[in-house]
C-alpha cells in the first residue's frame, strides 16, 4: 500500500486574503486556495506546494547561486532553521535568509553566493526582495490564469 507524505499547509500565518486580497502576502496562495485548503485532495495540495516551490526558486536563483547543497543543508540543520527538506535547495535559501538575514555575514560559509547583479547588495533588501518579486509572480499568474475576468479564444468567440 503506497503512503502518500501529507502535504503541509504553505501558511506562514500572515494572511491578507482576509482584507481583501486575492492573493495572499504572506503564502502567496490564490484566496480560493486558502479557503479551500482543507478540503482539496492529496494531489491539489501537491500542486499548489509544486506551482510555489518552482516560483520561489526562480527567484531566489535570479539572486543567490548555490555552491555547495550539502554545506547549506548543514548550516541550515546546525542554525535550526525551519524548512522543508524535500523542497528545492533554493527554497532553503530563503527559509535561511528569512531567519537571520541580518546577521549573515559571509555567504561562502553556507555554500552561497550572491549573482553578480546582488553583489554589494545587503541581505536583508536581497530578502526583501525575493519575498516582493514572490508575490508579484504569484499576482501575475493569477491575473492571467485564474482571475475570473480572463477571457481565452474560446470564450472570447462565444462573446462575439
Known amino acids: 500500500m503506497l503512503v502518500l507524505k501529507p502535504v503541509k499547509t504553505p501558511c506562514v500565518g500572515i494572511c491578507s486574503t482576509g482584507i481583501g486580497d486575492s492573493v495572499c502576502r504572506g503564502c502567496k496562495r490564490f484566496g480560493h486556495e486558502v479557503i479551500d485548503w482543507n478540503s ?3 494531489e491539489q495540495r501537491l500542486l499548489i506546494a509544486q506551482r510555489l516551490e518552482a516560483f520561489l526558486a526562480q527567484i531566489v536563483q535570479n539572486m543567490i547561486q548555490v555552491n555547495d547543497e ?3 543543508l548543514t548550516q541550515i540543520k546546525h542554525q535550526q ?5 524535500e523542497q528545492n535547495p533554493y527554497c ?3 527559509d535561511l535568509l528569512r531567519a537571520g538575514a541580518s ?3 559571509d555567504l561562502s560559509q553556507y555554500g552561497l553566493a550572491l549573482q553578480m547583479k546582488w553583489v554589494g547588495t545587503p541581505l536583508t533588501v536581497i530578502r526583501d526582495n525575493i519575498d516582493k518579486d514572490f508575490y508579484a509572480l504569484s499576482c501575475a499568474h493569477y ?3 485564474i482571475s475570473p475576468c480572463f477571457v481565452t ?4 468567440e462565444q462573446h462575439k
Open 40 to 42: 482539496y485532495t492529496h
Open 70 to 72: 550539502k554545506l547549506l
Open 81 to 85: 532553521i525551519q524548512f522543508k527538506p
Open 143 to 145: 491575473e492571467r490564469y
Open 153 to 156: 479564444a474560446e470564450t472570447f
Open 103 to 105: 546577521q549573515i555575514q
Open 92 to 94: 532553503w535559501v530563503f
